[in-house]
């Protein structure tokens, strides 16, 4: 693998197997993370965190959010009303659980992040609740 490497990581990281990922994540991080798996709500990393700083994938550390644009949305998961980019994070329907629902994934790595909901604060609306396991804050 070429970690340094932007170019080849994107390539190195759909390519990972599923032994590969076990092994770099932790067993939180790998069920959040290959296998859509929801967190605890108010039992996690960031959920109540306000600490400044930039929210990276966990899996292939891709900047995905601003804790400008971090809020408080009081379900007890980290929510944002946007992400950094727009083109670093993907969209899939989610039909699972009895609910049609937008997942939301890391666009480099297809790593799971959380859900998009659409009843977020102004300016967007929008609501991206996520997981606190498949985020990393680096503190500003
Ligand atoms: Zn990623």
Redesign the pocket.
């Known amino acids: 693998m070429h970690l340094k490497k932007a170019g080849n990581l994107q390539v190195s990281?759909k390519n990972m197997s599923e032994d590969e990922w076990k092994k770099k994540l932790t067993p939180e991080q790998y069920q959040v993370c290959r296998c859509s798996a929801t967190e605890p709500p108010f039992d996690n990393e960031y959920w109540d965190c306000h600490d400044s700083g930039k929210y990276h994938?966990v899996?292939?550390?891709?900047i995905?959010f601003d804790s400008e644009h971090k809020f408080d949305s009081g379900t007890g998961w980290p929510s944002f009303f946007q992400p950094l980019k727009e083109d670093t994070i993907g969209e899939k329907e989610d039909v699972s659980h009895g609910m049609r629902r937008v997942e939301v994934i890391?666009s480099?790595?297809?790593?799971h992040l959380g859900h998009l909901f659409d009843d977020g604060p102004n300016p967007t609306g929008l609501r991206f609740c996520i997981n606190s396991a498949a985020l990393r804050l680096e503190r500003r």
């Open positions: 990281c994938c899996c292939c550390d891709e995905l890391c480099k790595c297809d790593s």
